[in-house]
């Protein structure tokens, strides 16, 4: 089963407005943390935002927001006035527990998310 | 933010030739990684490290391998590359911290011709 789920293979948003990026997670472990990635057509991985499972403020850090919905194991993503360099893939990723392999990444298929001028 | 290098940027190889792609990254994690992504996917675990003379294979089978001979560096290579191995391969790094967030590197597009 998979443990990381973007159901939206393809995004379209206009310039300035927002858009939610989906992900969905599946894990028994208490102790877990979420991120997600920006990847340009360049290539590189670019880190963007981070919730553990247990803060209780939803984490925001610029334009990106992270909206934590724990009973929905749901951790979408929200980019508030979409830019044209927003355009890019976007993965959202899981980290089950601390340390060790349990401190490993399980990404998701990933979003094209592509704002139109 | 991460200081993390990798050299190739691109490679274009013939089959049968012997490769090692280059990970440096200059912030002291102890813990290193290599992913592979084919276009447009999602990464793959090959292989990780928790430190020196530390390695591991990670979720997806791999004919590379790797090296940790210090601290900074985490080589990866194949020893007779194959067209199958023609994809994107991006090394990251992270602390061990609650959060231990990845760092990744640029990445380096391999084409086995």
């Known amino acids: 089963a998979q443990k990381i789920t973007q159901t939206q293979p393809g995004m379209f948003v206009q310039e300035k407005e927002a858009v939610t990026l989906d992900c969905t997670y599946d894990t028994s472990d208490q102790s877990y943390g979420l991120f997600w990635y920006k990847q340009p057509s360049s290539g590189e991985m670019i880190f963007l935002i981070y919730?553990?499972?247990?803060?209780?403020q939803n984490a925001t850090e610029g334009r990106y927001s992270l909206n934590f919905q724990k009973a929905r194991k749901s951790a979408n993503l929200v980019i508030s006035a979409s830019q044209l360099g927003d355009s890019a893939m976007y993965f959202c990723a899981m980290r089950e527990g601390y340390g060790g392999s349990q401190g490993n990444l399980i990404f998701g298929k990933g979003t094209k998310l592509s704002v139109k001028p | 933010e991460a200081d993390i290098y990798q050299t190739p940027r691109y490679l274009v190889i013939g089959t049968g030739k012997k490769i090692t792609l280059e990970c440096s990254q200059t912030?002291?994690?102890?813990?290193m990684y290599w992913y592979q992504q084919d276009p447009g996917m999602e990464l793959h675990l090959i292989h990780y490290?928790?430190?020196?003379?530390?390695?591991e294979k990670g979720d997806l089978s791999s004919e590379s391998t790797v090296s940790r001979i210090r601290t900074e560096h985490f080589p990866l290579t194949l020893e007779s590359a194959r067209p199958s191995h023609t994809s994107q391969y991006l090394c990251?790094?992270?602390?061990?911290?609650?959060?231990?967030?990845?760092?990744f590197g640029p990445g380096t597009r391999l084409l086995v011709l």
């Open positions: 912030m002291g994690h102890d813990k």
């Open positions: 490290s928790y430190g020196v003379n530390s390695t």
């Open positions: 919730q553990g499972s247990y803060d209780e």
């Open positions: 990251a790094s992270s602390e061990f911290t609650y959060q231990e967030t990845q760092y």
